[in-house]
């Protein structure tokens, strides 16, 4: 077994969703202190005391989830869930940089990965909110990335699609025929990601290896988006 | 004189910013029949009420305008001034755009075109809020082109960067040196665009001749980003 | 009828495939003096000669067309297929620009439109030798649309799919329910693309109104691409 | 010592030349047994000779690489400079890839991986050729890429720039005061990257942890291109 994690701590946020339980459970077996977090996030006062609170943070994982309203159009989409959407996805990510990065710019050392999506990268309709608030982390992603990277830290995002959670995709949609089909025709490769699959690409960008890696949105779908 | 307005109302809002004089200007010399709106946009009853006062529109102009806080560090961006940055640039583009749409999707027919910026297509550092907030405006646009191109109604954002506007070049830069050395080196045609050629590209996305137009997010920077 | 080409001439090559007829007839339809060739181009020699014969140019409309093996997989696609595309793409390109560009620099003045494809834009498979010619048509204009617009020489191109020809689209093609189910699934705006609109854009990209595009590959395809 | 590619057969071709050496030593470490050519390529018998006698290979490596003529202006590119840039860079491309296919679509199992640049990304004047060719590279891979993943083959490209090499950065370049000031305003991470760190995009790319990247064009350029 690798340790490619050893001595490392690693801060996951909203751990108990979307990518968190992959994301925990390869870093743990690859030798790093998880510290998986579950704050609402919902002000930067919260944020901030989930930064203190974790003290020395070698990665941090900015795991985000919120309800996608698949399927409601633009019409028809409610201002409460609009601002819910960038409330969940968009300010915890600001927030959580903001305070995160310090220690690792006087450290010349660190690394921030952001779950995302890649949505932004292929438009689809009847998700306007969604793929705002995601296209939103991404150009966020992209300015901080090339702003931090002179310290050294690296800040990257993974564009995901069609990736198994049992949010987007429940067990009784995986069984759905018309899902199924569509999941062939849409997908090149044919299949979704297992969260595992993802979780080694964090691990990858969680690496030294991968320092050259700044300010990008890696797409994570399976050839879907590119 | 070309009358290619003539017949057709355009509303525009945040009228008297950014790129709002210039759009005014050259739709009313094309004969069309501007409604130069200049409320805060600030509340989805606000939008609304812009939205019904205008009555019939054929093309609305999404105009919106905000300091972007250039130069601030990530690290240092207060709560405040992120929140700000989506309330005036992203929250108001849904509100408007959703209760825009019914009445052209019910005429098969309407133009819809969001002012919106090139900073998320080429990456900058310090500007993370205003990287974000027009990054979200992009990503929308895309989503919700999608979903209405088969009523027939085109929703296009113009990706603009180094356009004359005395809020983002004062006249005081505009004669700086060090400025101008730096727009020679950063933009190929090596000169910002007049407000009137931002204003021209507008004019094209409202007319007909560019239906084939849909969810796309125009570079207009002088080859600075493509 | 307004006359935006008054007093310029526009070379078009390949006149008679693809964009050629539609471009020339709208731009001889706004008052332009249309050189309409029809040469192979098939050599160095044989471009300059096109260039030379037709004298002072204005506005150089590279309209190149080939077969696109579509349908043909990469295991499969001939040697000679492969080398024929880029003869008949790509290598006549580079000949062309070559030498329309020294006059058109020297006046500061010039427009070089190439009349490109989206397919780069959004992988297809079974068009690897068409994709890799296209992009390289959209790779090589973003270099020396850089390079030379600093003389006020824009090189620009339009990246096109789904826009009406008898090449790609024949008769019997369009009224296979099969076909026009999937362009209804495909292309958002659910129809193909008049060749006249296709030259209304080209026609923008001509006129000085434009000048800011600078280097770009412009997506054209009702939201297929974008 | 992780051995991550026991048991693999690893073909590199133009292995003594850009990131040949970097690979074959890396992959080599991690327990693979290398197939280093070095034939020219130069027709399609030759590149099916190279297949042929590599026998069973899991990861091809297409690694190409020729003069970049940077620096002269596209009115002054010979003609047959530009044709031998596609005799080395694109034409070899294709000629590898379709008769390495098969097997690996046959056992349904295999990775390409082609080291291609970032140039395409972010246009830069003076550099047309290799602009274009790289440019076809990434639109092939794109476009092979979506094609062969039912197959569970994956074929992706590695968009580098700024990584070490002789023939680009040669040592006197490396200790040029102006180069090294360029470097620090164009890379945001302000340093050129190892070949080493190339090579372990190229072990992660080739590993089955990275299934789900398919027909991608991945920037690896220290936040110069994203």
Known sequence: MTQRMAGKR??????????????????RQEGG???????????????????????????????????????????????????????????????LVKHALPPMIERRKGKIIVIGSATPLRPMGRLC????????????????????ARHNVQVNLIAQNWVENPAYYPPEL??????????????PLGRLAKPEEDAALALFLAGEESDFFVGQAIPFSGGWAS
């Open 129 to 148: 909110a969604y793929s705002a608030a995601r296209g939103a982390q991404i150009s966020y992603v992209k300015s901080v990335g090339v702003e931090v």
């Open 33 to 95: 202190e998880v510290i998986a977090d579950n704050s609402d996030l919902g002000s930067e006062a919260e944020c901030l005391t989930v930064i203190e609170e974790a003290g020395h943070v070698d990665v941090l994982i900015v795991n985000l989830a919120a309800p996608n309203h698949y399927g409601v159009l633009a019409t028809d989409l409610a201002e409460e869930d609009w601002l819910q959407t960038f409330e969940l996805l968009v300010h915890p990510l600001h927030r």
């Open 174 to 187: 995986m069984e759905n025929e018309k899902f199924l089909k569509n999941l062939q025709e849409q997908v």
């Open 10 to 27: 690693i801060l996951i946020t909203r751990s108990e969703e979307y990518m968190g339980p992959a994301c925990a459970a390869l870093f």
